[in-house]
């Protein structure tokens, strides 16, 4: 009898400690689950070749006029920057590198060697749903293509 109530408390201790782990497992997830989203979540990368005689600033205008040109308010796309550096030929609106935060996320680096611009677009929304990357790059890509145009 002694060893069955040993055996039945070793039981409960092991479901006790199994539940506790489910528990610490699911909130953890959470965490868990956004670092894989911002890591592996909804992107799409794409280069283009911008013209010789076009300036950084010319291809960060046309950038500018692309994101703004939605007169949509529930536009999905960040409004502002926070690394504009037409040096670097850099342009990274201003929750690009921030972790967890639903919107269109872009990335811009201007080669004037290679004369390319390479774009880098993220857009997750809750629940790391795709919120039409594949759509807003094809959309942006034209629409600086175009006003690049002599």
Avoid: W
């Avoid at 799409?44 to 010789?52: C, G, N, V, Y």
């Avoid at 920057?81 to 967890?100: I, Q």
């Avoid at 629940?127 to 175009?146: F, H, I, P, Q, W």
């Amino acid at each position: 009898m002694v060893r069955k109530c040993k055996a039945l408390a070793n039981v409960k201790a092991k479901a006790g400690l199994a539940a506790a782990l489910a528990v610490a497992g699911l909130l953890s997830g959470c965490s868990v689950s956004s670092g894989l989203c911002d890591a592996f979540g909804p992107s799409k990368h794409a280069s283009l070749e911008i013209p010789q005689d076009a300036s950084v600033e010319e291809v960060f205008a046309c950038i500018d006029q692309e994101i703004t040109a939605d007169a949509d308010p529930r536009s999905l796309f960040e409004k502002g920057y926070a690394v504009r550096d037409p040096d670097a030929g850099v342009l990274e609106t201003k929750h690009y590198s921030t972790p967890n935060v639903s919107g269109f996320h872009l990335r811009a680096e201007v080669s004037k060697k290679t004369f390319r611009l390479d774009l880098s677009l993220r857009g997750a929304g809750a629940y790391c749903t795709d919120l039409g990357v594949d759509n807003e790059m094809s959309k942006l890509k034209a629409g600086v293509s175009r006003c690049l145009q002599p």
